[in-house]
């Protein structure tokens, strides 16, 4: 257990749905990270918050909408997907955006029909 | 090219030692990482090493870093069939804090 957790750790959902992903951290960490792992590439980042605000955003395509309620808990919010973006989307967390070694959640592994 | 690069696949033998290769191409990379995923999980740091440093060991892991030529490895020491797992390399780039840099990862498979 890395205290980073992740909900749901699988999702099948079709192009016309929309569907969220979960990630909290009890680690009492501000910064937390969105990464995405697919088969062909290596692990992408794709969002980074510190202190509920957005520091990072590497040119992600618009369907993918993160949010930050507070600085334990990290959304990814998902609609018009397309099969392509079928990953696992990693989620992690380190003390502040600047310094200490990320924590990593175990994923949610999604199937985009 | 790619930023960090490892090679695909490793195969040991349980008890020999195993090395993962990395490369680099950021000479202002700070801080470099080896991260290892078992199957169905997250990432798991493993080590990471400070960029003015040569070598750092942790029991059975030693980590060699030659900056002039950009080059990481990861020693594993008395290879246990539970080290089977990817390996990835990530670089922290110096101008830009935390944010990770990853390589494709290397598939370490250990046969009993």
């Known amino acids: 257990e890395t205290g980073v957790t992740q909900t749901p750790r699988h999702l099948v959902m079709g192009m016309t749905n929309k569907k969220s992903l979960k990630c909290e951290q009890h680690?009492?960490?501000?910064?937390m990270y969105w990464y995405k792992q697919s088969a062909k590439k290596p692990l992408e980042l794709m969002f980074v918050?510190?202190?509920?605000?957005?520091?990072e955003n590497n040119s992600v395509p618009s369907r993918f909408s993160p949010e930050c309620p507070n600085s334990s808990h990290l959304f990814l919010h998902l609609h018009t997907l397309q099969p392509e973006d079928s990953a696992l989307y990693l989620c992690a967390s380190s003390q502040d955006e600047f310094r200490g070694e990320q924590f990593f959640g175990p994923g949610t592994r999604l199937t985009v029909l | 090219g790619e930023d960090v690069e490892q090679s695909l696949f490793l195969s040991v033998r349980e008890g020999d030692s195993s090395v993962i290769n990395c490369t680099y191409t950021d000479s202002s990379s700070t801080y470099l990482y080896w991260y290892k995923q078992e199957p169905g999980a997250g990432l798991q740091l493993l080590t990471y090493i400070f960029s003015n440093m040569d070598m750092k060991q942790d029991q059975r892991l030693t980590v060699l870093l030659n900056k002039k030529d950009k080059h990481l490895s990861l020693r594993i020491a008395d290879t246990q069939t539970g080290d089977s797992a990817i390996y990835f390399c990530a670089e922290s780039k110096g101008n830009a804090g935390n944010m990770l840099t990853f390589g494709g990862g290397t598939r370490l498979m250990v046969k009993p």
């Open positions: 918050y510190s202190l509920e605000e957005r520091v």
């Open positions: 680690l009492g960490h501000n910064a």
